[in-house]
């Protein structure tokens, strides 16, 4: 009897130690996967040599525009993410970061039939007019309705 209570929870204690040796193998799993992620991210800001490639680089990426805060200094590239700038000595009010994009509707009529005197345009797409400012290699998702004109 004794013997069969001690392997039952010599079972238990494997089975806990499997399940805890699961759920840190997938932990560690998705710390890698987030470090390269952010790794990828590091480089590709680091990489800039320019404000301006800086800022077209990624949304993530800022560029430290303080002339003291040096570009030769090993580890300390002016292009990085905003936490590192501020982290390596360049103070906020110099740290650049590209404004996002935006979407503005300038043109939104309701949808409109052909009227019999013909002296009012159909309207059958909505917005008409948009005004669309972009980052490069971004998206931006512009929703359009469409009626046709009775």
């Not at 209570?5 to 560690?28: D, E, G, P, Q, Y």
């Not at 590209?98 to 939104?108: E, M």
Request: net charge positive; hydrophobic share 40%; with cysteine.
């Amino acid at each position: 009897m004794y013997f069969c209570v001690l392997n039952i929870l010599l079972f238990n204690k494997m089975k806990f130690r499997a399940s805890l040796l699961f759920v840190l193998t997938v932990n560690l799993y998705l710390m890698k996967i987030c470090l390269s992620v952010d790794t990828k991210m590091l480089s590709l800001c680091t990489s800039q040599s320019t404000c301006e490639n800086c800022l077209e680089a990624s949304l993530a990426c800022a560029w430290c525009s303080d002339w003291s805060y040096s570009n030769s200094t090993y580890g300390k590239p002016r292009c990085n993410v905003p936490e590192r700038l501020r982290a390596f000595g360049c103070p906020n009010v110099e740290i650049r970061a590209a404004p996002p994009g935006s979407l503005r509707v300038l043109t939104n009529m309701d949808f409109q039939d052909v009227s019999n005197d013909r002296t009012v345009q159909p309207v059958q797409l909505r917005p008409q007019k948009l005004r669309l400012r972009m980052r490069p290699r971004s998206n931006q998702v512009v929703t359009l309705q469409y009626r046709p004109a009775k």
